[in-house]
């Protein structure tokens, strides 16, 4: 009975944490939709993926890229990283209410050398990391958003996500 109980406590709690695959129609790769998320419309050309639990959200945006860069890799599309942050905070002002770049690394999703950069914005205040990865002529990026004030609630389910990318 004991052994009994244990499984049970076991799948149930597999129940309660388990999150659900997804599979890009167009591209091919397969993301895990964190519990509580739920996957709406995408919008916008190149916007392939989007699920929202509230503020908390996760973008998948593929643009494909011309064939002559099919050998380069991230770090030659990126160029100067040491000004990068500064040329992204500029060209956002466009589109976003005071972005504030914050800090980058490298890191690898499925293998893959990618670049990572975590920024803010106002109004609402929130917190974003971004992953970008190049694949032969696919440039994907990653944006994941909670409020400025969940960031340290949110960031392991994040890593979680990066983690469980196939490209």
Known sequence: ??????????????VGFSQTTWKSTNYGYSIEIPKGYSKFQSIGSNVDFKANNGLNSIVVVVNSLPLEYSQATIWDMMGDLSTYGAEWEYGAKEHMN????????KTTIDGLQSLWYDYTTDNPHLYSKTYQVKKGTKLYTIT???????????SSIWYRFKDKIAL
Do not use: A, H
């Open 1 to 14: 009975m004991k052994k009994f109980s244990i499984l049970l406590f076991s799948l149930i709690t597999l």
């Open 144 to 154: 994941l958003t909670c409020e400025y004030e969940n960031y340290n609630n949110n």
């Open 98 to 105: 005071n972005p504030k770049f914050l800090k980058y690394g």
